[in-house]
């Protein structure tokens, strides 16, 4: 079979779509206002950072294969590292086991190395994937777990189709009272009289003192700034979301990104799409997560999905809303075009540190008195990036009821990035 791999080129979209929708039997596979032409253009030609990396497979001009890119900017360990999320990776049924998947990554690998990005991650669920990707990438040095909560699970069972049901229905519903009990004892009473909360339409400037004092403290965290977020959340061509946000004495302590997918009509399904907050706020984060539940309850949804990090601080909060882990294999694995060996050793030591693409998280638990988390130490020249710039007010929302009892700490000269923030 003579075929042939080359960068995407203007006119290619539609093909493109039309591949997509035969190959993953409808795309996206999420209900949006638009056309899928138009997602696909907000997803990859109108993205933030304005870089293109698409190559597509033909043979005798028609199109039986693409390779899709999202650029964005990932911190690790105070640096800011220009990587790419690896996307919508289709080939045509009639052209499988053929090796095109991966010529097609090769390929827009080099596009990608092109675009002068400093690596590119894949995150995976599909089995054949991750075992062909275990071959020829790194996998990243922590475990992602997906979370449900699911509050019928007669109904649940009623609309999903499974292996085995009458035992796994069964399972479910007795970990469920399990669950609940552990609730029950463990729950906790948060006062939220000082707190505000708000629905917003589009991240102001504000999210910017939010994200500069945030990004400090993970190993590794996707990029949260307000050109980002604004494109990701806030542009109806990517879907439709909920932003809650808290805040007090009008600066952000965190906030929360909702989504309901009612691709499937009669049994729509909520995602907690994105959950973060200041350092030491676990109040706050127990707050937004009580407030995302309460939401899709009242808009008649019966599962919600979440995903977190082996270990982190945030899975005993979300155990005790009741999201069960699911014991779904996720997986996400690296290619780089650039030493960061060392920046991942210090991933793979500090995993309460981490916060992903689609992430819940906080960065510490909370304290009485403020101390800046100990992490682990950094080499010297990473070391020197960090920033420290925090004000007297800023520190005391840091903290969750009490007044600070340490000095604050003194501010260090700004960081040079080398890449745009």
Known sequence: MQYSVRRYQDGDEDEIVNLLDTAFNGWPKFDI??????????????????????TIGLENNKMIGCSHTVPRNICISGETFFASLGSDLAVDSHYKKFGIAIELIQKNNLERKNAELDFVYFETGVPFL?????????LMPFKIIHRIKIINI???????????PFFKKNALRAFKLFQNTLSFIRKRYVDNSNFKFTNMKYFDKRIQVFWREIKRYYIFIGQRNQLYLNWRYCDS??????????????VILGFSVLKINRNQENYPEGYIVDLLSLPGRSDVIQMLLSDAVRYFNENGVNIIHCLTVKGHPNEKILKRHGFINIRRKVMAFYYPFKDISQE?????????WIALFVMVGC????????KPPQMPPLPPEIAQKKEVNLTERFMKLLTPTEQLSQPLPKSSPKATETRPN
């Not at 899928?36 to 253009?41: A, D, I, R």
């Not at 061509?237 to 009008?250: F, H, L, P, V």
């Open 344 to 352: 991942m050793s210090l991933v793979k030591n500090s995993l309460l």
């Open 363 to 370: 960065a510490s638990k909370p304290q009485v008195a403020y």
């Open 130 to 138: 991750i075992k062909s990707y275990r071959r020829r990438f790194t």
């Open 237 to 250: 061509r990517g879907g439709n979301y909920k932003i809650r946000c808290i805040e007090s004495e009008d």
């Open 154 to 164: 007669g109904l649940h069972f009623q609309k999903k189709k499974y292996d085995k």
């Open 33 to 54: 206002e638009c056309s899928p032409l138009e997602h696909w253009k907000w997803k990859y030609l109108n993205n933030q950072t304005k870089v293109i990396a698409i």
